[in-house]
């Protein structure tokens, strides 16, 4: 099961659920190599929370723990008791030279050692790669994961890799194709371009395969294990990591901050107050004999990674994960260019999946913060409203005076000092141009919380105080029905229910938003009632029997 609790654009946080098992994505999945264990899995469980690790099938397959694996199950093997990710080996072999597993042993393998995630596997694509080498290796990855799927008990969860290398038509073919399969997308290739820092081409590949599948199922980003880098990926729709960082770092005397890398020889004090870092100095670490030093730098990289996932969780929960964003891209020029080309190429669609509201402050930034999907959404929207009466404000440009009260021009630093509201305006804002025509002979009553609308004595709906935002009530709802021609604000069902299902949606328009109210109608638009959207209209045009639609007030007539 995969639930997903806080949205912050393609961000999210979310429970999935593996065997009775839950994870809290964003999450990492710790490379644990039962031939040389760095931190045990029961101390990363533990000391660390860790509730999901990763290993290798084919080197358990080909080490002296074989035996061991299938008569105990990994689980005992490497005592841990949360989630057990399998990965193929498909780079093992490749790496090697060698092909002595087939697809079909593989995951019988994994399945006969108790995997909970089971890979299959999949041929990837390298950056040198042609077009054709790239194209066989993508139609040989589909084939592999269709013939794998029977092999998967149903208790288990299947990984999809998605392949295609450096071309994008193969990436989206790739994902289009092999998504329907599994219970886990993984994203694979990336490795390369992370290890030199191409956050450009990684934030691309991500969402180029994001927009070829539905946004129902997580997304795992094979080899990405340096914190500073995770912020970024979440941003771009990640949910799922896995890397084996924390230790080939610790090996090298590397130690790892959300802002980049550093060497311990170089060092004189250590910028972090882990209980590593609390116990010794840099110097004291260095004199460390080899084995030891490598195991507690080890855990100060791990200290660093769960930290930098818990603020990205937090980050997301409250709507603020770009703004952290802001602080970590500029630790590295890359990282920032990265950052950039997410919103700069992306926004646009990032803005269509970005819920009405959220809780963040925006503030100039530089560059990208024009390329927020907050900013990029409240730019359109303006334009919806015929006014005079304009303001300029910094990031948003020039902006009716009547709309400094509504999101987002409310959570600018500095806030500029809001004038009285126009009610038709904010409606308009909200529901697009002449969506107030019949809201005449208003009056305003300022309650706590609120601003109730009346229409001719009759209450209409109301503005929050918080986000500024106009919400109709049924009788609103039908002045905005005969302000706007269908099918404008609308969601089309042939029947009205507390809850709607994606597939109970006959259309929605593609301008609504998640979180905004919807006016429910039936094929010959007469109004249901008013709903809120729980997904955006991409999803509810692209997820299969999904909670779209959460029913708020029934018409009276219906």
């Not at 993984?186 to 371009?193: N, Q, T």
């Not at 004090?269 to 840099?282: D, I």
């Not at 804002?429 to 025509?437: D, E, I, P």
Request: include cysteine; proline fraction near 6%.
């Amino acid at each position: 099961m995969f639930k997903v609790e806080y949205r912050d654009g393609l961000a999210r946080t979310s429970k999935l659920i593996v065997r009775g098992k839950e994870i809290s994505l964003p999450n990492i999945a710790i490379v644990v190599n039962p031939n040389k264990l760095v931190v045990p899995p029961k101390e990363l469980e533990r000391e660390f929370g860790a509730q999901i690790i990763i290993t290798n099938a084919y080197i358990i397959k080909k080490s002296k723990f074989k035996e061991e694996a299938v008569s105990k199950g990994l689980h005992d093997l490497l005592d841990f008791n949360g989630v057990i990710f399998t990965d193929s080996g498909a780079y093992q072999m490749f790496s090697q030279k060698v092909k002595d597993v087939n697809p079909k042993e593989i995951v019988e393998f994994q399945v006969e050692i108790d995997s909970d995630i089971i890979t299959p596997l999949d041929s990837f694509v390298l950056p040198k790669d042609s077009k054709d080498v790239a194209e066989k290796k993508v139609l040989e990855t589909i084939n592999v994961v269709r013939e794998s799927k029977s092999l998967i008990p149903e208790d288990r969860f299947y990984v999809t890799p998605v392949q295609g290398g450096k071309y994008s038509d193969l990436r989206k073919y790739c994902a289009s194709h092999v998504h329907s399969y599994g219970d886990l997308i993984a994203i694979g290739g990336l490795a390369p371009l992370l290890m030199k820092y191409e956050f450009k081409d990684v934030v691309n590949t991500i969402i180029e395969c994001k927009k070829s599948m539905p946004l129902n199922k997580p997304i795992h980003c094979f080899g990405a294990g340096h914190p500073m880098s995770f912020s970024l990926l979440v941003a771009a729709g990640c949910d799922l990591f896995d890397s084996a960082m924390y230790s080939l770092a610790a090996e090298q005397g590397r130690y790892l901050t959300p802002r980049g890398t550093l060497n311990l020889s170089e060092l004189e004090e250590f910028p972090c107050s882990c209980p590593v870092c609390s116990s010794y100095t840099p110097r004291e670490l260095l004199r460390e004999e080899k084995k030891q030093r490598t195991y507690l730098l080890a855990k100060h990289n791990l200290y660093v990674t769960f930290s930098e996932l818990k603020e990205i969780k937090e980050k997301i929960k409250k709507g603020r994960l770009l703004t952290m964003l802001h602080y970590r891209a500029r630790a590295h020029p890359k990282l920032l260019g990265g950052f950039i080309e997410l919103l700069r190429e992306h926004g646009e669609w990032i803005e269509e999946i970005d819920p009405i509201y959220k809780d963040t402050e925006i503030f100039e930034a530089g560059e990208e913060t024009r390329y927020r999907p907050e900013v990029i959404r409240a730019r359109k929207w303006v334009k919806r409203v015929k006014t005079t009466d304009k303001i300029e404000v910094q990031v948003f440009g020039t902006i009716p005076q009547s709309l400094l009260n509504t999101y987002p021009f409310n959570k600018l630093t500095p806030k500029p000092k809001p004038l009285k509201i126009n009610v038709k305006e904010i409606i308009d804002y909200c529901y697009g141009r002449n969506a107030s025509k019949y809201f005449e002979q208003l009056n305003t009553i300022k309650t706590k919380g609120e601003i109730k609308i009346l229409v001719n004595n009759v209450e209409a709906g109301k503005i929050s105080l918080e986000t500024g935002l106009f919400e109709p009530n049924i009788y609103g709802a039908n002045l905005l029905k005969k302000s706007l021609p269908p099918p404008k604000a609308r969601v089309i069902v042939e029947k009205v229910k507390p809850i709607i299902k994606t597939s109970e949606v006959l259309f929605c328009d593609s301008e609504l938003r998640i979180g905004q109210l919807a006016l429910i109608v039936d094929p010959q638009d007469n109004l249901l009632g008013i709903g809120k959207l729980l997904l955006s209209p991409f999803e509810i045009k692209t997820i299969e029997n999904h909670e779209a639609v959460s029913l708020v007030e029934l018409a009276t007539i219906h």
